[in-house]
Every structure is written in C-alpha cells, then in structure tokens.
C-alpha cells in the first residue's frame, strides 16, 4: 500500500512557477508508476502527468506540455511537479496517485490518491 502527501500548493500570479512535490510512504513506491491529475470546481478529474517507476519516460497532457515537468527521486520516495508559465486556466486542486492499471491518462487506473493542494493562479 502506498500513502501520499502533496505540498507545494499556492497562490501565484500568470506567467510564475511553482513545484509541487508529493511524499510516498510504503516499499512499494519504486514498483509504481506515478501521476499528476488536477480537478477545476465543477470540472472532472484530468490527466496532467505521469512517469514511470524508473522515470525513464514521462507523460504530459497537451496543455502543459512544455510547461510542466514531473520527475521523481526513488531514493527519497517523492514525486515532483515543476509548473512553469502559470496560467489561470491551471488553476485546481492538484493530486498525487500511484498508478495500478496500464493507461496513465485514466484517474480509475491510479489506486492510491493523496489529499490534493491547491494551486491558483491570478491573472
């Protein structure tokens, strides 16, 4: 079983940056690959991105691609995701999940969920 806890959330303005990281507690942690999804109020969960168990291949939705950047350190039991050239359109409750199915894009495949952190951005 994997536990997650996301910090990183914050209030920033249009074309800043913030780093999301995501704690995982649990020996499986580097037997699973990880996910970024987002969730706007009034809006469905959305695949943001995902990495590998190795992180040797990442995933992004088209509409962070070039913006965002997930990666992870196995050694520290983390995942991270690196948001820059904010927009207001970015701005959710972000969550962590560990991922048990085959297609990353989809939330129902992840297991394990953190509580999510809030990310805004003022225009």
């Known amino acids: 079983q994997v536990q997650l806890v996301e910090s990183g959330g914050g209030l920033v303005q249009a074309g800043g940056s913030l780093r999301l990281s995501c704690a995982a507690s649990?020996?499986?942690?580097?037997?699973?690959?990880m996910g970024w999804f987002r969730q706007a109020p009034g809006l469905e969960r959305e695949f943001v991105a995902a990495?590998?168990?190795?992180?040797?291949?990442?995933y992004y939705a088209d509409s962070v691609k070039g913006r965002f950047t997930i990666s992870r350190d196995n050694a520290k039991n983390t995942v991270y995701l690196q948001m820059n050239s904010l927009k207001p359109e970015d701005t959710a409750v972000y969550y962590c999940?560990?991922?048990?199915?085959?297609?990353?894009?989809?939330?129902?495949?992840?297991?394990?969920w953190g509580q999510g952190t809030q990310v805004t951005v003022s225009s």
């Open positions: 999940a560990a991922q048990v199915g085959s297609r990353y894009f989809i939330a129902k495949e992840y297991a394990y």
């Open positions: 990495i590998t168990r190795s992180g040797d291949i990442t």
């Open positions: 649990g020996r499986t942690f580097t037997y699973v690959n």
